[in-house]
């Protein structure tokens, strides 16, 4: 049985909630006060078999720091996916795009080492289950536009406003 704590942290984008394994590791998180729009995001493998709510120690403290304008707080959190080779390589490519950056799926791609994957690197994004952490919100669509986005795109708008205001 693995037990995991979750937490909902009111952020100025709107409800963030976040599941955080035993190791302290972030299993899913995304703009959402619902619990169950995170639960069927986290591998079959990871996903807990308890869930209890509480405090997430140091993983609520960088959620509140980022969205207090630290937007390096969520570098180091740690984060827990599974899938093929190439989205586990892409999903950590992600994580060293910075803040205020954004790059095209295009270019998301040629940095996960498949120039001509540019459906992979889209499919990666899509299969995100730890937003923020894996920050997929910095990656826009070849013509500069946002794209899509699993919390919707209101909310990747006012991530790449608060990123791109912070110098």
């Not at 289950?129 to 990656?139: D, K, M, S, T, Y």
Request: with cysteine; proline share 6%.
């Amino acid at each position: 049985m693995s037990t995991a704590t979750w937490a909902t942290i009111d952020t100025y984008v709107g409800p963030f909630t976040t599941v955080v394994d035993a190791d302290g590791a972030v299993l899913a998180s995304g703009w959402t006060a619902e619990l169950d729009e995170l639960l069927p995001q986290i591998h079959p493998t990871l996903r807990p078999t308890d869930l209890v709510p509480g405090d997430l120690g140091a993983v609520g403290d960088a959620v509140r720091r980022y969205h207090d304008g630290d937007l390096s707080a969520i570098d180091t959190v740690a984060v827990r996916q599974r899938s093929g080779a190439f989205l586990e390589h892409a999903w950590d490519v992600l994580r060293t795009v910075p803040a205020g950056a954004p790059v095209t799926y295009t270019e998301y791609a040629a940095k996960s080492g498949r120039p001509a994957a540019v459906r992979a690197a889209a499919s990666a994004c899509a299969r995100n289950a730890a937003a923020l952490f894996v920050p997929c919100h910095r990656v826009l669509r070849t013509d500069g536009t946002l794209g899509g986005f699993r919390w919707g795109v209101d909310v990747k708008q006012k991530l790449l406003t608060h990123e791109s205001a912070r110098p």
